[in-house]
């Protein structure tokens, strides 16, 4: 029941908030101006609709910490030890009663967020603190204090926090920092992480910040233009890599939640499709696959996938003894797995054991038989054997009406197909395929600076000639660079595969002579990859000829 009521003292009412239980009695009693049993033993309570309510909350040496009321921005409350809804004291106070106290500076400063560290720090829009205690740094009513440790501020969005280090958003909404204890200074302190990637910051402002520690430790920034910004952050290895992540539309907010493997990473996105203006939720893919079938290198992206995982078991007969491509075969399934006449131009892919088959349907039985044509002739392990290693292959790709219109990219069977456009839902293939990768592209552009010879002569003045190139990668595949967009040269990869295998991807060295001209801004070189491939560059190895005249 919410506890409280009014007095109109002209009607001589009272109104509760919320009725009494049926029957329970109810004393009233009016005593005269001069008062009666009164004391002065009271208090007005912090936090009301009047005062407002704190802004942040946090759990910090077992206790509920409360900060930044409407009323006092500037004050922290703190419960007893272990006691989470008692804020009260006793009399004499104890080191467990409840904390409170109020930041004395310069100026009115309104908290933003508490940061659980190595101690408690107060992150406020103009300066940062840090709570201190007594004996052990231990906190009580008697020797709370807080220390200033930076004046650089905060914003609204709430710091993230990795390993013993926190990162925020400046108060201007411009800048990222971190914030991290240092003995030299006793006391917390920190960098400019954005002074890095300046061209990636100004004139924009960043309104959300998420940190996903697994695989590449990534703070993900959302920027008030609907481009997502990430920072690969590694202090301990003294790395601080931005990157800009654009989409065919705006990334609206981020999410990251924690998993075993890899962080699962959530955005919110708002696409023009069809006309209209859409919001969907997006799941960051993983980062890498064993099966290049399961690639998942494009935005807004649906799969599908008509390899097996149940009982269910597909056998071929031949009706006329043959089992040639000019042979019409019976192909029978265990379960309902056909439809009608829109099966017929579909295929299958069949194997048991080492061997293996391609039919194609040629007719319509029922919903557990079609005819087929064999792709070559059938190993005999395959005649009239029921099998559980099959493939159903589709030679058009449905549900895709949330990229109703747009142009999208391709990847069939770890390969790349033609780009096609959505229409009335779906895509038509060249040929059919088993698993289908189907999204919004985007490119993979890498691009370094001027070269420079540490310790040496300087070469930025200098006119230069990139002749050739070699990329230290990792799974990698679908690779162009060159000393310009308009001159990007391709990576030959494919060698030992089979004509129906996708592009095994490269670990090691790929090198490829450049299409270069003379000039003093030539040092530099691109990398990009246009498909919907995996791309992971260990190093960049230039050869460069270099002259003052």
């Not at 007893?80 to 904390?99: E, K, L, M, T």
């Not at 969005?157 to 030299?184: C, N, P, S």
């Not at 142009?407 to 293939?429: Q, W, Y």
Request: with cysteine; proline share 5%; net charge negative.
């Amino acid at each position: 029941m919410a506890q409280g009521w009014t007095i109109n003292a002209t009607a001589d009412t009272i109104t509760f908030y919320e009725p009494p239980a049926n029957g329970a009695a109810i004393s009233v009693k009016e005593f005269g101006a001069g008062g009666s049993g009164g004391t002065y033993i009271w208090a007005v309570g912090a936090w009301s609709e009047r005062f407002g309510y704190p802004g942040e909350a946090e759990f910090f040496n077992d206790r509920l910490w409360f900060a930044g009321s409407v009323a006092d921005p500037q004050t922290v409350w703190a419960s007893n030890i272990g006691d989470y809804n008692n804020f009260g004291r006793s009399s004499p106070i104890i080191d467990s009663d409840a904390v409170s106290f109020t930041i004395n500076a310069r100026q009115v400063n309104a908290i933003r967020d508490l940061v659980p560290l190595d101690s408690l720090l107060i992150m406020t829009t103009g300066g940062e603190y840090k709570v201190t205690g007594g004996q052990d740094d231990v906190v009580t009513p008697s020797t709370i204090g807080v220390k200033p440790q930076s004046n650089h501020g905060s914003g609204s969005t709430q710091a993230r926090v990795t390993g013993d280090t926190a990162l925020f958003i400046k108060e201007q909404g411009q800048h990222v920092r971190d914030l991290g204890y240092q003995f030299e200074k006793d006391g917390f302190r920190g960098v400019d992480l954005s002074i890095w990637a300046d061209h990636l910051v100004e004139g924009y402002s960043f309104k959300q910040l998420e940190f996903a520690p697994a695989p590449w430790s990534v703070v993900w920034i959302v920027r008030n233009d609907g481009v997502m910004i990430g920072c690969t952050y590694l202090p301990e290895q003294e790395v601080t890599g931005w990157h800009p992540h654009d989409t065919q539309g705006q990334i609206l907010d981020v999410c990251c939640l924690p998993r075993q493997d890899e962080t699962q990473t959530y955005v919110l996105v708002q696409r023009q499709i069809n006309g209209q203006s859409v919001q969907y939720i997006e799941q960051m893919a993983p980062t890498r696959y064993e099966d290049p079938a399961d690639y998942k290198y494009s935005d807004s992206l649906l799969t599908y996938d008509g390899r097996n995982t149940d009982t269910t078991t597909v056998k071929l007969d031949s009706p006329g003894g043959g089992w040639t491509e000019n042979d019409a075969l019976t192909l029978t399934a265990s379960a309902a797995k056909f439809v009608g006449a829109s099966d017929v131009g579909d295929g299958f892919v069949i194997t048991s054991g080492e061997s293996r088959v391609r039919v194609r349907i040629i007719g319509y039985t029922s919903s557990t038989v079609v005819t087929v044509n064999s792709i070559g002739t059938v190993p005999e392990a395959l005649r009239g054997v029921a099998t559980t290693g099959w493939t159903f292959q589709r030679d058009s790709i449905s549900g895709l009406g949330h990229l109703e219109g747009r142009e999208v990219v391709v990847l069939v069977d770890g390969s790349v197909h033609p780009k096609r456009t959505v229409t009335g839902g779906a895509i038509s293939l060249d040929s059919p395929a088993g698993v289908v990768q189907v999204g919004l592209g985007y490119r993979g552009h890498i691009e370094t600076l001027e070269v420079n010879a540490s310790g040496g002569e300087p070469m930025r003045p200098m006119k230069k000639l990139t002749f050739q190139m070699a990329l230290q990668v990792r799974h990698t595949v679908g690779v162009y660079f060159g000393t310009s967009l308009d001159l990007l040269d391709p990576v030959p990869q494919r060698e030992f595969e089979n004509y129906d295998e996708p592009t095994s991807p490269s670990d090691g060295v790929l090198q490829l002579p450049l299409s270069a001209q003379w000039g003093q801004d030539t040092g530099h070189v691109h990398i990009v990859s246009d498909d919907p491939l995996p791309m992971e560059v260990l190093s960049i190895l230039p050869k460069i000829a270099a002259s003052e005249t």
